[in-house]
């Protein structure tokens, strides 16, 4: 994956929280996906039950520093003087984050027109405070519905490596953060509102939820070599084969079967899916990706999910 040199990146829709520090504490709302990671996206919805959230239902965006702990601010000096070149992203994993979330909302604005209201991403480290609860790094990348942002400790790109094994790279990077943007739209049509919270199985409304957010991600990657941002140039300059297999390499290993088989008890159990097969979501992945159209992503019309 290669991005555009001589661009400019937008860190406004950023929020900077890294080292700040700021405690657990409750919250309302509850959490979406956790990046879509199996048991990782289970600990951000057990934290968040058990610290008071409720139900799934949005709300209008809050503040820019509204959700923020006792004594933690956001700060974007440094990210926006490191960030300030569109080829910075091709070094810095950081940067590079900075540019997926330019262009999925770009994409997103102009697919959706007046229905998409941007949101921001959260860069913490540690623990931060939600509007759906306390989260840690452990949590995984995730969206709250409650605030409408997505939150993610950038380690997190580190652990995909290290523990779920996964090959890794910038634009599985990208993969994962628009597949939270997708859970985002999804909050912003109502999709999620057709879901009972907590619940599981392998046809479940929370898991056609999640490979509809992979689905959504793979739009985007179909048109991000070509989506302009405001000078009217894409931010993205190529996507390769090898960067998409990387993508479903990622996405094998963060399905259900695979996370219970690997890094659970050994036992896959269907019952308990949450985020679908790693067969389902290569497939949803792709299915958004070949045909670049979020109608295509209607897993909620299908008895089929492969």
Avoid: K
């Avoid at 999804?186 to 392998?202: F, H, R």
Wanted: aromatic share 8%; with cysteine; charged share 20%.
């Amino acid at each position: 994956m290669r991005y555009r040199e001589g661009g400019d990146l937008d860190t406004s829709s950023i929020q900077d929280r890294r080292g700040r520090g700021g405690g657990l504490g409750g919250g309302r709302g509850l959490a979406v996906g956790g990046g879509g990671l199996g048991v990782v996206g289970l600990l951000v919805l057990v934290l968040v039950q058990v610290l008071g959230g409720g139900g799934g239902g949005g709300g209008a965006a809050l503040g820019a520093l509204e959700g923020l702990g006792q004594g933690q601010t956001a700060d974007n000096s440094a990210l926006e003087q490191s960030c300030d070149d569109s080829g910075d992203a091709n070094s810095s994993v950081e940067c590079a984050v900075v540019a997926d979330i330019d262009s999925i909302q770009d994409y997103w604005s102009q697919t959706l027109g007046s229905q998409y209201v941007p949101t921001d991403t959260v860069f913490f480290s540690g623990q931060t405070q939600t509007s759906c609860g306390g989260a840690t790094s452990g949590s995984g990348p995730f969206y709250c519905p409650a605030d409408e942002f997505v939150y993610i400790d950038l380690s997190f790109f580190d652990t995909l490596r290290s523990q779920f094994g996964a090959e890794g790279g910038a634009f599985p990077n990208a993969y994962v953060l628009a597949h939270e943007y997708g859970h985002h739209v999804q909050n912003l049509l109502g999709t999620n509102q057709q879901v009972t919270p907590g619940e599981a199985g392998p046809t479940s409304g929370t898991v056609r939820l999640e490979l509809q957010a992979d689905c959504y991600a793979g739009t985007w990657a179909n048109h991000a070599e070509t989506v302009p941002d405001e000078s009217g140039a894409p931010l993205i300059a190529e996507i390769t084969q090898d960067d998409v297999d990387r993508a479903l390499d990622t996405a094998g290993r963060i399905g259900d079967d695979f996370i219970q088989e690997n890094l659970g008890g050994g036992t896959v159990d269907q019952d308990a899916f949450t985020h679908g097969s790693s067969e389902q979501r290569r497939r949803w992945f792709l299915t958004g990706y070949r045909t670049g159209d979020p109608a295509q992503c209607d897993t909620f019309a299908t008895d089929d999910l492969g």
